[in-house]
């Protein structure tokens, strides 16, 4: 994990009592005084243009604590930090609700850290460091703090005029000396200030009002509100229930400033005046990002007319109001998807990235309210394994106001599943679908989940027949690897699935005939064990435990141990692969296996022993319902096989097709396709066939596969048998000619 940091350095006598100050407390410490602005992976080139960003001041504002309240160490105590030029470009996801800060000591001693922070705490801050010249962000690794030690010596001396040597001496663990030296360093700081005439600093954010006893428990989903002016958040001791458990995925800068930019750009001329809205608010960042926007584009005319933002979560909201409350953001914390709350005007610009929840995480009961929702709201059902997302762009139609426009970031996934249908048909015939940017799926796009994300434009007006819409494709909005205009009718055709639309359009041969692969094989997905790590083994191992021969089968490894699209087969059957493995599947009753084989019958019962999480392997759901509990699926060994999940190769497809000639089976990391029998008997006929299916599976993969798998954050893609079973295969001319 590497970040970019704001480091301090002895330029200025401020900045010499601020090293100083974290000498003292964290005297082993070898990181200089910094503010931690971005916390990011690997190379990105979006965030390029940070580090090239050039800032002029801090404000200091206050002392502040983590882990006090919680009482768990580390305990830190920091000077909380603000400044316009560093707002809206921090990223720490991990850390949705923390503000800019310095360190000032971190560790285990609680007393203390409460007495280091009251003293703190006591003296003057509010006041603005400007530094001599304009500094950059640094790039470091975490865990490596070697950024050169500062002549303690000497700042003690500048600072203080004594206590540098007896400190190193004798007193670094003396929490009194420490206090004292602390005493002296603020001391002579507050001097500095006052002799200096160190230009005063107001804080940006609102103090929180004071929580108002709303008590009003209408229904089980009804939840504390902020009211537009002032706050007001139902009592403390209402126990919050949130329907649905948190998803907080952050959005990173660059994706909100793409997202203004899109949704001003639709917007045009025809709207000056702006009536912002979020209905999954979070911190605050599509707010900012608009705010900032707006601040540095004046000449254009765009003014923020009012804003508000929605959030189920309390911390969440109350986060936003108080960061950007004296700002214009007026919050709401209540459940946007139900109402029985006031949203105030409808807004004629909504920014969103809503929660990505997944459909295992809704409440039935919840669920099919939100579904009643959505029905209402447009007319179009909602399939029951549909995410979070997907209710929540459909009833939110209900704020938009007549032309309004509204930017979505949305998983990418809404293009191909099943239950993305729903947000496909909204787009279609509910509103003027403008733009569709897909972002490079290759790249991780958020922090702490995999995930490949788009963003979706659209305008609160009856559709054009004849529109055009752009679709993009790329790690920029304003610089995309590749893009396109579709007509609206392209997009009706294809609502199945959207994920083709920037590719060629598919083969000839495939449109005429209409192959598909359902036409040529039995599709099913490989075995399913429920327990791999007891089921599965190498061959060696099965002899030594003296497994018999008539419980275990081949099994083919995962796909990356394989040298070759070919698997060979030995004498007995089994492939020709390292590592060679097995699997257990045996139909014998556990008492003959126990008289025949006892020392099987000693492996299995290894099986029935709770595991550290309580359970037993037997007792597992997949495994329970077989009888006998380890007989597998049934599966004949498969002629063709396909990769169940990849990443994208050079020369090659994510996922490919393999010729299997052994008498292996294949666990669920692959898809078994089985010959239809009028297609074995042309293998049978003519064995030169099976190099022919293959390099035309293969095509296939590239050209079609490809472009219709699901593809997750990191450039993950995947397919389900469903999905594989519906598309065309390519390449087989002369078999396409005898089909049927």
């Known amino acids: 994990m590497n970040y970019f940091a704001l480091f301090l350095n002895e330029n200025n006598f401020i900045e010499k009592c601020i090293l100083l100050m974290r000498f003292i407390n964290n005297p082993s410490t070898k990181s200089r005084p910094h503010i931690t602005v971005r916390l990011f992976k690997g190379y990105d080139s979006r965030i390029d243009e940070t580090k090239e960003r050039q800032f002029t001041y801090l404000n200091i504002i206050k002392p502040g604590t983590f882990n006090f309240e919680e009482k768990e160490p580390p305990y830190v105590v920091f000077l909380q930090c603000e400044s316009e030029e560093i707002e809206g470009i921090e990223y720490k996801p991990d850390f949705p609700y923390s503000r800019l800060h310095i360190t000032i000591y971190e560790g285990d001693d609680y007393v203390y850290a409460e007495k280091l922070y009251r003293l703190l705490d006591s003296k003057r801050w509010h006041f603005r460091l400007t530094f001599d010249k304009p500094r950059r962000l640094e790039q470091q690794k975490v865990g490596i703090k070697n950024y050169g030690k500062p002549d303690f010596q000497t700042i003690f001396n500048e600072v203080i005029g004594e206590g540098y040597q007896s400190f190193l001496d004798n007193n670094k663990k003396n929490a009194e000396i420490k206090l004292d030296l602390m005493e002296k360093v603020l001391h002579s700081l507050d001097l500095y200030l006052k002799n200096n005439e160190v230009e005063a600093a107001v804080s940006f954010y609102s103090k929180p009002k004071q929580w108002k006893n709303i008590n009003n428990k209408r229904n089980e989903y009804r939840q504390m509100q902020i009211g537009f002016n002032p706050l007001s958040i139902e009592e403390e001791s209402f126990i919050l229930k949130k329907p649905v458990a948190d998803a907080i995925y952050i959005t990173p800068p660059e994706y909100a400033r793409d997202m203004v930019e899109c949704g001003l750009v639709a917007l045009g001329d025809n709207i000056k005046e702006i009536d912002f809205g979020d209905s999954a608010i979070g911190t605050g960042t599509l707010f900012l990002a608009l705010r900032r926007w707006i601040d540095e584009k004046q000449h254009n005319g765009y003014g923020i007319r009012s804003a508000v933002g929605i959030d189920i979560d309390k911390r969440m909201a109350e986060e936003a109001y108080v960061r950007y409350y004296k700002r214009g953001l007026k919050v709401i914390c209540s459940d946007a998807l139900l109402n029985d709350i006031d949203l105030g005007e409808k807004r004629n610009l909504m920014l969103v990235n809503p929660p990505f929840n997944r459909h295992e995480d809704i409440p039935k009961d919840y669920r099919d309210l939100i579904y009643r929702k959505a029905k209402e709201q447009t007319g179009i059902s909602v399939a029951g394994n549909a995410g979070l997302y997907v209710y929540h762009l459909l009833i939110m139609d209900k704020w938009l106001c007549d032309d309004a426009v509204a930017v979505w970031l949305l998983p990418t996934i809404f293009m191909q599943a099943k ?63 590749s893009y396109k205009y579709v007509q609206r009718d392209a997009l009706i055709k294809s609502i199945d699935n959207w994920r083709g639309i920037l590719s060629e359009s598919e083969s000839v041969n495939a449109a005429r005939y209409g192959i598909t692969f359902n036409d040529l094989f039995e599709i099913k997905r490989g075995v399913a064990t429920g327990a791999n790590s007891f089921f599965v083994m190498a061959r ?46 045996c139909d014998l009753d556990e008492t003959v296996i126990k008289e025949l084989y006892p020392d099987f019958y000693d492996y299995l019962q290894l099986a029935k022993v709770k595991g550290d999480e309580g359970v037993a392997i037997v007792d597992r759901s997949l495994i329970k319902n077989r009888q006998p509990w380890y007989k597998q699926e049934k599966r004949e060994p498969p002629v063709f096989l396909l990769t169940y999940m990849g990443r994208n190769k050079k020369n090659c497809p994510p996922l490919y097709f393999i010729w299997n000639k052994s008498q292996a089976i294949a666990l669920n990391t692959y898809i078994l396709l089985y010959p239809r029998q009028w297609l074995m008997d042309k ?27 699901r593809i997750y954050s990191g450039g993950l893609n995947k397919i389900e048998p469903n999905e594989l079973r519906k598309m065309p295969v390519i390449g087989l001319d002369e078999l396409l000619q005898s089909y049927r």
């Open 419 to 481: 239950y993305g249908e729903a947000i496909r048909a909204y787009l279609l015939n509910k509103v003027q679908l403008i733009r569709v940017h897909i972002y490079n799926d290759e790249k991780e796009q958020f922090h702490n989940t995999l995930v490949s994300t788009s963003i979706v434009v659209f305008r609160k007006r009856k559709n054009d027949e004849k529109e055009r819409i752009l679709i993009s494709y790329g790690d920029s909005i304003d610089n995309p690897i």
């Open 540 to 585: 060696e191992k099965a002899v030594h435990l003296q497994i018999p021969d008539i419980a275990l089968k081949p099994l083919l490894p995962k796909a990356r141990y394989l040298k070759s699209l070919v698997i060979e087969k030995k004498e007995d059957g089994y492939p020709d692969v390292d590592p060679q493995l097995v699997i257990i599947d």
């Open 683 to 709: 293998l049978i006929e003519n064995p030169m066939m099976y190099e022919i299916v293959l390099e035309a599976l293969n095509k296939s993969a590239m050209e079609i596969v490809s472009t219709r798998t």
